[in-house]
């Protein structure tokens, strides 16, 4: 079997944002912020498995915030650190690295020298106001992303900005070269243009998706864009397209959905590791298991 991604999961389906159209939602309490006990020696063979398909990137991700869990992050990137990976990338909404700084800055420190490479940013927009409608429960102000990308920078971390493209935040070609034209300013290394995922169980997810979901015609409006103002680097299967706009790089990402599935054994898309010790294929499909 060969894969395309790695994908590691850190904590619970616990966070401190309330995005309308996520899979978790869940409120952080007592039990959801319980860290569970890793079974490292599956993921050893998750590990290998990834090395065999020639894998290059590791995720750190999460149903819910992975920073609510950051010995378990650092417990990760010490056993992943045997297996070589060039890029290990911490996916993040971001709030906590600049909302409790005192705390996390001798984390990243840490998680540096151990050899996570990326911090990926998740936003909506790279309007402040449209980040706090999605981001923030409680009606404080959204972290100050230029502060926070530059601080990062500071640690010599690589930024990426990934942004779920819903209606009337990223929905449109002006939207997309303004978003572009923020990343560029502040020296983001990568920037993913994600349509927001159509296919997910939670029901009041749905039910918004539904109504804020890209139409066919934004999705052509904005890769249109990419097409005529950017030059083409590469087609990844299944992934995405990777495009030069004026120097920065943008993926235009392609949503996991039953339409970037594969049954070829030899070009499947990710490598799931679960705490648990459970390997899987695929992220909503139960049947999808390899241990």
């Known amino acids: 079997m060969k894969f395309k991604m790695f994908s590691v999961v850190v904590g619970s389906e616990a966070c401190i944002a309330k995005c309308p159209f996520c899979v978790s939602c869940e409120t952080p309490n007592k039990e959801n912020l319980k860290s569970c006990e890793i079974n490292f020696r599956n993921l050893k063979i998750a590990a290998n498995l990834a090395n065999r398909s020639n894998v290059d990137t590791v995720m750190l991700t999460s149903r819910g915030e992975p920073l ?4 378990q992050i650092t ?4 056993h992943l650190k045997e297996f070589n990976f060039p890029f290990i990338e911490l996916q993040t909404n971001g709030i906590l690295l600049q ?3 005192e705390k996390y800055d001798k984390y990243l420190r840490l998680w540096y020298d151990k050899g996570l490479t990326t911090i990926t940013i998740s936003v909506v927009s790279h309007r402040p106001e449209l980040n706090k409608k999605n981001y923030m429960q ?3 102000d959204y972290i100050n992303l230029p502060e926070l990308i530059d601080y990062l920078h500071d640690l010599k971390f690589c930024v990426r900005l990934t942004c779920v493209c819903c209606k009337h935040m990223m929905d449109n070609s002006q939207e997309v070269a303004e978003f572009i034209k923020f990343a560029k300013e502040n020296k983001v290394e990568q920037v993913t243009l994600r349509p ?17 979901k890209l139409t066919d015609e934004n999705k052509k409006d904005m890769q249109n864009y990419l097409e005529k103002n950017g030059t083409k680097l590469l087609e990844l299967e299944r992934i995405g397209t990777i495009y030069d706009v004026d120097g920065q790089n943008v993926l235009f990402s392609l949503p996991l959905t039953k339409y970037t599935r594969d049954t070829n054994p030899e070009n499947l898309r990710n490598l799931i590791f679960f705490q648990d010790g459970h390997i899987r294929y695929e992220w909503e499909m139960e049947g999808g298991i390899l241990l």
């Open 99 to 101: 909302k409790n700084k």
């Open 68 to 71: 609510l869990f950051p010995d």
């Open 138 to 140: 409680d009606n404080s």
């Open 75 to 78: 417990d990760y990137l010490h």
């Open 196 to 212: 927001v995922n159509d296919e997910y169980r939670r029901e009041s997810a749905h039910l918004w998706i539904l109504e804020n």
